[in-house]
């Protein structure tokens, strides 16, 4: 009877599914949920069978190069939806503006992190993709587990009956084993392609081209209160914070409530303890701050370490970016 029970109930939820009835089943059982992911599956993707790692791969476009075996880090654009297809989260540009909520200050496209984001379904999803391929593919909700199992059966012993099924649209652009190295490699492609050379380095993962040269060589006393403009920039040159009015409005950042004018810097005989505004800056700007003269004007680009690291900056600088900001030292408004 059991048997022919649950027979009777993925039999029922095939008709549900096959037919789009909006009615959604609530259940606390993990083995009716599974009865009903696998009748769902039956009826609208038939022949489609879990590959040996777990997910349902419904469309693939291979890439170039040797595949990613589970690198540290992995580079990629990323779609995120529910088994019917409604979106929850995008890293794309065109769907976001078709789903009406694309902000022109939002960056978009691919984004580095670490393998310890992943749940164990996107990591089975990404395993064996060259960079440049693309691959849709649904997880079964026992793989939405940050954890690590050796089988499905422990995967769906330790799922939670609360966690969702999920389809991913993931596009793999790159993956690296030492993200210092792969945004300071980033930096020099940017810099070969847009100055033809390399400049040397003020520090680890920072470097520093003037444009204007100072008025002078005098260093800044210690007690100084200097003023600067400033331009921050990702690398693909969408700018994310700037003190400068038309700036901002050229670049679809402009906030009404925001003065733009020359911001005030305490200087410091150490760099740490330069402040804007008496706020702590990150090390990248404090560190050439504190390498520049009276009314010098420079770019420095530098890599996350000096800048916002593994966390970005909410939905302006992602995870892991290069940074480039001009600096002006003017005078006081």
Not at 20 to 47: I, Q
Not at 107 to 134: D, E, F, T, W
Not at 205 to 226: C, K, M, R, V
């Amino acid at each position: 009877m059991k048997r022919a029970y649950t027979y009777l109930i993925i039999a029922a939820a095939a008709f549900v599914f096959a037919a789009s009835c909006a009615k959604e089943v609530t259940t606390d059982s993990k083995e009716e949920l599974r009865d009903y992911f696998l009748a769902w599956m039956a009826a609208n993707h038939p022949g489609v069978e879990p590959e040996s790692n777990g997910i349902y791969l419904l469309e693939e476009t291979t890439g170039a190069g040797l595949p990613y075996t589970g690198e540290e880090y992995y580079y990629a654009e990323i779609t995120v939806a529910d088994v019917k297809g409604n979106i929850s989260s995008t890293y794309s540009e065109d769907l976001s503006k078709q789903l009406g909520t694309y902000q022109k200050a939002y960056y978009y496209g691919p984004k580095m992190a670490h393998s310890s984001s992943m749940n164990a379904g996107l990591y089975n999803i990404l395993y064996g993709m060259q960079r440049g391929g693309v691959r849709k593919a649904i997880i079964p909700f026992w793989m939405a587990t940050y954890d690590r199992y050796d089988t499905q059966e422990e995967y769906f012993k330790n799922a939670s009956a609360t966690s969702s099924n999920a389809m991913y649209t993931v596009k793999l652009v790159d993956y690296a084993t030492d993200v210092n190295k792969w945004e300071i490699d980033s930096l020099e492609y940017y810099f070969f392609k847009n100055y033809h050379y390399v400049p040397d380095s003020l520090s680890y993962g920072l470097y520093y081209f003037q444009l204007t040269p100072p008025a002078d060589n005098e260093e800044f006393p210690s007690d100084t209160i200097i003023y600067i403009n400033y331009t921050g920039r990702l690398l693909n040159g969408q700018v994310f914070d700037t003190t400068i009015e038309d700036t901002a409005k050229v670049h679809n950042i402009y906030s009404s409530g925001k003065t733009y004018s020359p911001k005030k810097v305490d200087w410091s005989n150490e760099a740490s303890s330069i402040t804007l505004e008496n706020s702590t800056v990150i090390s990248g700007f404090y560190n050439t701050l504190f390498n520049m003269k009276k009314y010098e004007k420079g770019l420095c680009y530098f890599i996350s370490k000096n800048g916002y690291s593994s966390s970005g900056s909410g939905n302006n600088i992602p995870p892991y970016s290069p940074l480039c900001f001009e600096i002006e030292i003017v005078d006081k408004p």
